[in-house]
């Protein structure tokens, strides 16, 4: 009689369970590519960051606003804000990129707000960087 009771309740505690490391793992997983994306910046590797993070559809005006920075240099950046939300499948990350337009060395600060979604391409799901680069004015 113990273990008719015990066996649904046990059942119920594992799949809860692996919902919340499945949680855990969309979050791990957005704050890596967030991490990746944000390092790309700031090494000079916007280019390749059009090619990785955002979806096939804003690739070509991610190329326009990577052109547009091609004389800005990226000397850093802060995460102000980062909030994850795995089971609406969205995340919002908040930065401040300090950077320099040559000829100029004087050193400049711009808000990034990034969108991301974690969004299915063909069989796997991914994060996907749905906002472009900020303006380096």
Not at 11 to 25: F, S
Not at 97 to 107: A, F, G, H, L, N
Request: proline share 6%; hydrophobic share 35%.
């Amino acid at each position: 009689m113990l273990l008719r009771i015990m066996l649904p309740i046990l059942a119920i505690a594992l799949l809860g369970g692996c919902e919340t490391i499945k949680k855990q793992n969309i979050s791990w997983e957005m704050e890596e590519c967030s991490k990746s994306y944000n390092k790309m910046i700031r090494w000079h590797e916007m280019d390749t960051a059009g090619t990785v993070f955002p979806p096939e559809e804003l690739q070509e005006e991610f190329t326009r606003k990577v052109q547009a920075a091609k004389k800005v240099t990226v000397t850093d950046f802060r995460v102000k804000n980062y909030q994850c939300s795995p089971e609406k499948g969205e995340a919002t990350v908040i930065v401040d990129i300090d950077y320099y337009r040559e000829p100029s060395v004087t050193v400049k600060t711009v808000e990034d707000k990034q969108e991301w979604r974690y969004v299915q391409e063909n069989e796997t799901m991914r994060w996907r960087l749905m906002t472009l680069p900020p303006d380096f004015p």
